[in-house]
C-alpha cells in the first residue's frame, strides 16, 4: 500500500484524488452490495475533510457545467423570430427603421423629387429625402412637437407645405424646404383624414365630430365648418374646378358643398335609387368631368353624376360566403379611359368600363385591398394590400407586372413618384418600417 507523506505538495494530492475518483466511475457495480476490487496501489489514504472538500468541489463544478449546458440552449422563440427574419423576402431598394411603432402614413411630394414625409404610432413623424442614384439611402429630419399617434401626412398641393396630424387633433404645417415649423392648428380629435385643396393652400381635416374643419395656409385662418353629417366622415375629394367639396359617410350619405360659401348643395342618401346600403367609406371624383364615384362597406360601387345629382349605375363586389368581408375601401378614376378601379376586402379589384357598363377585368390579391394609385400613363395600376405585398398591374390586360415583397406586417399606407421611366412606391407597415421600391414601367 501507497501512503501519503502529510508533507507532500498539494499538487500530488490533487493528483491522487482524481485518481480514486476515476478509479470509482471506472467500476462496475451490478448490486447496492458488490464490491469494488482494487489492488493495493490503486488505494490511497487521505485526510477526510480534504476529501470531502474535494467531493464539494467536483460537484460544484459538475452542476456549474449543468447551468451553462441549459443556457446554451436555443431559445426555440427567439430562433423561430431570427429565422423568420433571416428568411424575409425584400424587394424594396432600401428600408427606414427609425421609427419604434406602426408607421401609419406617408406621402411624397410630387414638387421636390423623391421627398417623403412618414408618420407613426409612437408619435413622430419624419421629412425623408431619398438619394436619386443607387445605392439608395434616406436621409430623415425628425418633425417634432406631437404627442399622440400621428395618423396623417400631406403635401400641399404646391408642394410648399407639409401638414402632419396626430390623434389628439393637433395639425402641424412645415416649410419642406427648410423643414422648419410654419404654423400649429388645433383640428378636431382621432381625425379620419387629412387633405390640400387641389388648387391653392387650404387644408381640411375630420375627426370625430363628424364635421369638416379647413384653415387658409401660411396664415392658419379656420373657415367656416361644414357640418352635416351624423357619423364619420370616411372620405373627401373635389371637382376639377376646385369649387365642390365632397364628403362620404358612416351615416351613409355623399354630401356635395359650395367652398366659396360653405354651403350644402346636395345629398345623395339612402332612399336615392341604386344607392349603397351601408355606410359610404371611399369616393373619388373625375379628374376632367363631373363625374364621382363611390364604394360601400356593402361591397356596392356607385357611379353620380355631380352636376344632375343622378346615381348613374352600380355594380357589386360580391361572395358566396356571407362572412366575407366585401367592403369597398378604395375607388379610382382613370384620367384617360373610361374606367374606374375599386378594391376591396374580399382581396379583389374590379375594372369596370363605364361608357359600355362592363367588368373588363378583376385583379386577385391575397388580402384585402386599401389603396390603389395610377401611373401617370393611365394603364399601370398600383395596389396596396393587406398581406404586406405591393402589386403593380397592366390594366388594359389585368397581367400582374410586379408583386413586391418587403413587409411583415399588415400595410397601412403607400405612395408613388414617377421620375422618366421609374416607379418608385413608398409603404408603411404595422412592421414599423417603410419600404422604398424601385421598379421600371
Known amino acids: 500500500m501507497r501512503i501519503n507523506n502529510p508533507d507532500q505538495k498539494k499538487e500530488d ?8 475518483i476515476n478509479v470509482m466511475e471506472s467500476a462496475e457495480v451490478d448490486d447496492v452490495g458488490d464490491a469494488v476490487n482494487l489492488d493495493d496501489k490503486d488505494l490511497v489514504v487521505m485526510d477526510a475533510d480534504d476529501f470531502i472538500q474535494r467531493a464539494e468541489d467536483a460537484l460544484r463544478e459538475e452542476n456549474n457545467g449543468m447551468n451553462e449546458d441549459q443556457d446554451s440552449v436555443d431559445d426555440p422563440v427567439e430562433d423561430a423570430a431570427l429565422l423568420s427574419e433571416c428568411e424575409i423576402k425584400r424587394d424594396s431598394v432600401c428600408s427606414f427603421t427609425g421609427h419604434t411603432d406602426s408607421v401609419l402614413c406617408v406621402a411624397f411630394n410630387q414638387h421636390r423629387p423623391l421627398q417623403f414625409a412618414t408618420g407613426g404610432q409612437d408619435d413622430k413623424a419624419f421629412l425623408h429625402q431619398l438619394t436619386e442614384e443607387a445605392p439608395f439611402s434616406v436621409s430623415s429630419r425628425p418633425l417634432v412637437g406631437h404627442q399622440d399617434s400621428v395618423c396623417d401626412v400631406a403635401f400641399s398641393t404646391g408642394g410648399e407645405y407639409l401638414a402632419t396630424c396626430d390623434m389628439n387633433g393637433v395639425i402641424k404645417v412645415w416649410d419642406t424646404k427648410t423643414g422648419e415649423l410654419v404654423k400649429t392648428l388645433q383640428g378636431p380629435e382621432e381625425p379620419e383624414w387629412l387633405c390640400w385643396h387641389n388648387k391653392n393652400n387650404v387644408l381640411f381635416a375630420a375627426g370625430n365630430d363628424f364635421s369638416v374643419w379647413s384653415w387658409s395656409l401660411p396664415k392658419g ?18 371637382n376639377p374646378s376646385g369649387q365642390l367639396f365632397i364628403t362620404v359617410s358612416l351615416d351613409n350619405t355623399m354630401k356635395l358643398w359650395k367652398l ?17 346600403e351601408g355606410g359610404v367609406v371611399s369616393v373619388d371624383c373625375h379628374p376632367t368631368t363631373a363625374l364621382c364615384v363611390s364604394g360601400g362597406r356593402d361591397g356596392s360601387v356607385c357611379l353620380t353624376n355631380a352636376k344632375t345629382h343622378r346615381v348613374l349605375c352600380r355594380y357589386n363586389h360580391k361572395s358566396d360566403n356571407p362572412d ?56 399601370v395600376l398600383v395596389t396596396g394590400c393587406l398581406d404586406g405585398c405591393i402589386y403593380v398591374w397592366d390594366a ?11 413587409h411583415t406586417d399588415l400595410l397601412l399606407g403607400m405612395d408613388i413618384f414617377v421620375r422618366e421611366s421609374m416607379l418608385f412606391i413608398a409603404s408603411v407597415s404595422d412592421d414599423k418600417t417603410c419600404q422604398i421600391f424601385r421598379v421600371r414601367v
Open 324 to 379: 366575407v368581408n366585401c367592403s369597398v375601401e378604395a375607388v379610382r378614376f382613370n384620367k384617360e379611359f373610361n374606367w374606374v378601379v375599386s378594391g376591396s376586402m374580399d382581396g379583389t379589384v374590379i375594372v369596370y368600363d363605364y361608357d359600355v357598363n362592363r367588368v373588363r377585368q378583376e385583379l386577385k390579391h391575397n388580402g384585402g385591398v386599401v389603396q390603389m394609385l395610377w401611373h401617370p400613363n393611365n394603364f
Open 221 to 238: 385662418l379656420q373657415l367656416p365648418l361644414l357640418c352635416g353629417h351624423t357619423d364619420l366622415i370616411s372620405g373627401a375629394t373635389m
Open 396 to 406: 388594359r390586360n389585368g397581367r400582374n407586372l410586379y408583386t413586391l415583397s418587403g
Open 260 to 276: 366659396k360659401t360653405h354651403e350644402l348643395v346636395y345629398s345623395f342618401k339612402a332612399d336615392e335609387h341604386n344607392w349603397h
Open 13 to 20: 494530492k490533487d493528483k491522487d484524488i482524481d485518481e480514486v
